[in-house]
């Protein structure tokens, strides 16, 4: 077999094998934390610390009814699904998680794939994300789904400018869209964070609201529309809804990581070979696992946002915020300050 | 390999595009825009052009029919009766006459062999910022004003007219949903105290079943 081909497929798998098991990890993590904020014990009967809970929830997912409602739109009802695992399982493929690694005399760069397009073809992938929200909805033949489906677009459409402009302004000063090449300038200067302080609080709010995450969480939001765009999925199909979020979340939150706190690499740190790569996977996943903390702390402490508030919050505030982020990192890279 | 791609998502582009202006269902009309698009995108990246393909995703079937699917919902268009290809079929060939009239224009003007090469320079990024920014950016500047005069004129057609009351330091009418019909609430049948000559509604069982529906 073509030894590059080889070696792309390893490096997916080995991405996959992370990023698969975000979903019943952080089912475990979501309840018992939510459970300790609100005082309560949480899933603890099944296995130590009730740890094999997501397990028996797998088990459940598979042996429940898979309901389809005779007034639904069939062919796109079942494709919905299909459609919220795709980008999900895609767009990881752009993440960097280690230093290049030299395998029989072949040097290979620790990114699935090493294109020259690599956040744009992030945020290309993610944006498809929409669809199977959308779709979900409209479909169902139900108004609580068509109306977390309106909500979704809406609410995605509106937040992707901000989340899009913030990350322009990190390749300003880089001079590159490959996030290896970010890395590579976190490494030879500070963490992007500390220069752009106002970008990374754009990003992370709009990053809240690219996952459908409370305060944002308005397609599913349960105390009015049931489960939005879910409301029908039953069995499989909505652990595949499941699965995409926690799964867009994690790809998220690596892109966060690697546009604003160095991605695999430590500071101080230059280990190569595979020591290094051990070392920067490890450093990624550790880094992801704090900001998912992040996203489960923010969810069980801040009530909703009201739908109009919402959309305020998205066009007059991000948005101009990161013009603004742009503007100010645009002149300092320009005066030769980063 | 090259080829057996080109031709996949060649045969696929042409026919989700049929499949748009033919189907009956607006949404499914919308979602065979969106293959087109991804199709058109893997063209793009299969010529040496991945941020071209990257763009079209991006912008296209990321944000832009995102909004059309919006609309299509919002409004709850349902599937059109009548068969849409036929009435506009002739039209349809004569767009597609006077596309083929201009191309042909092109090359018989130009003559064929003056036609570049795809060179990875001319299409990468920096080629292409080049011709954006500096060879073109007389042009470029124009296309974007034009885009702010739509949004303008977009932002002007959709806003409300003011309320008659409103420059006269009477309350905003904040309950009016649309503007030209106050909201009806079928449990009170008083007359609105700002407006006393739009009597509202009595109660009526046939609106709450126009309601439930």
């Given at each position: ?20 098991n ?12 939510c ?26 997912f598979m042996f ?9 739109d069939?062919?796109?009802?079942l ?10 399982f ?11 690694i030299?395998?029989?005399g ?12 690599g ?9 498809l994300?929409v669809?199977s ?32 402009l ?6 300003l ?10 890395v ?9 964070f500390?220069?752009q ?12 609201a ?13 105390s ?11 069995a ?33 740190v ?12 490890a ?20 009530p ?11 066009w ?16 300092m ?6 | ?13 042409v ?17 065979s ?17 991945p ?32 068969r849409?290809l ?8 004569l ?13 018989w ?62 309350l ?6 649309s ?31 126009e309601a439930?529906?």
């Open positions: 077999m073509n030894p590059d081909l080889t070696a792309t497929l390893l490096k997916y798998a080995v991405m996959f094998g992370v990023f698969i975000v979903a019943p990890i952080m089912n475990w993590v979501e309840r018992r934390a459970a300790y904020i609100q005082d309560r014990p949480g899933p603890n009967r099944v296995g130590p610390l009730g740890l094999f809970q997501p397990l028996a929830d797998a088990v459940k429940k009814e898979d309901v389809t409602p005779a007034a639904a069939k062919l796109l009802y494709m919905a699904p299909v459609l919220a695992l795709l980008p999900a895609t767009t990881f493929v752009i993440i960097p998680f280690g230093p290049d030299t395998v029989g072949r040097t290979i760069p620790l990114v699935v794939a090493p294109v020259d397009t956040v744009l073809l992030f945020l290309a992938l993610s944006s994300a669809y929200l959308v779709l979900a909805g409209y479909a169902s033949n139900n108004k609580f789904s068509l109306l977390g489906g309106i909500r979704a677009s809406a609410q995605l459409i509106s937040y992707e400018l901000a989340l899009t913030s990350v322009l302004a990190v390749l000063p880089v001079n590159s869209f490959r996030l290896s090449d970010i590579a300038y976190q490494q030879a200067h500070v963490w992007n500390i220069p302080i106002l970008g990374f609080f754009v990003f992370l709010v709009a990053s809240f690219e996952t459908n995450r409370l305060p944002f969480d308005l397609p599913e939001a349960e009015e529309l049931i489960a939005g765009f879910h409301t029908e999925y039953s499989m199909r909505f652990a595949a809804f499941f699965q995409a979020e926690y799964t867009n979340m994690a790809a998220l939150a690596a892109l966060g990581v690697t546009l604003f706190f160095g991605g695999w690499s430590l500071p101080g230059h280990l190569t070979g595979w020591l290094g790569a051990v070392v920067g996977l450093t990624l996943v550790a880094k992801i696992i704090v900001c998912m903390a992040v996203f489960v702390w923010v969810r069980w402490t801040f909703r946002f009201r739908y109009d508030q919402l959309m305020r919050l998205g007059k505030v991000l948005l101009p915020l990161s013009i603004l982020n742009l503007i100010l990192v645009a002149a890279t320009l005066a030769g300050w980063l | 390999m090259e080829t057996l791609i080109f031709l996949i998502f060649a045969v696929l582009a026919a989700s595009s049929l499949v748009v202006v033919a189907h009956k269902s607006p949404v499914y009309a919308t979602m825009l969106v293959l087109t698009l991804f199709s058109v995108a893997v063209l793009f990246v299969l010529l040496g052009a941020f071209l393909g990257a763009l079209q995703i991006l912008v296209y079937a990321g944000a832009i029919v995102v909004l059309f699917l919006f609309v299509i919902m919002l409004l709850n268009l349902q599937k059109s009766e009548e849409r036929g009435p506009q079929l002739g039209v349809a060939m767009g597609a006459l006077i596309f083929v009239g201009m191309v042909g224009l092109v090359f003007r130009s003559g064929a062999p003056a036609l570049q090469r795809l060179t990875p320079e001319l299409v990468s990024l920096k080629g292409l910022a080049t011709a954006l920014f500096a060879d073109y950016l007389l042009p470029f500047e124009i296309v974007g004003l034009l885009l702010l005069v739509a949004v303008v004129g977009a932002t002007v057609a959709a806003r409300k007219a003011p309320e008659p009351g409103a420059e006269s330091g009477l905003p009418r904040e309950d009016y949903v503007g030209d019909e106050p909201r009806t609430d079928p449990l009170r049948s008083l007359p609105d105290p700002r407006r006393p000559d739009v009597a509202e509604p009595a109660y009526k069982p046939a609106a709450f079943k439930a529906k």
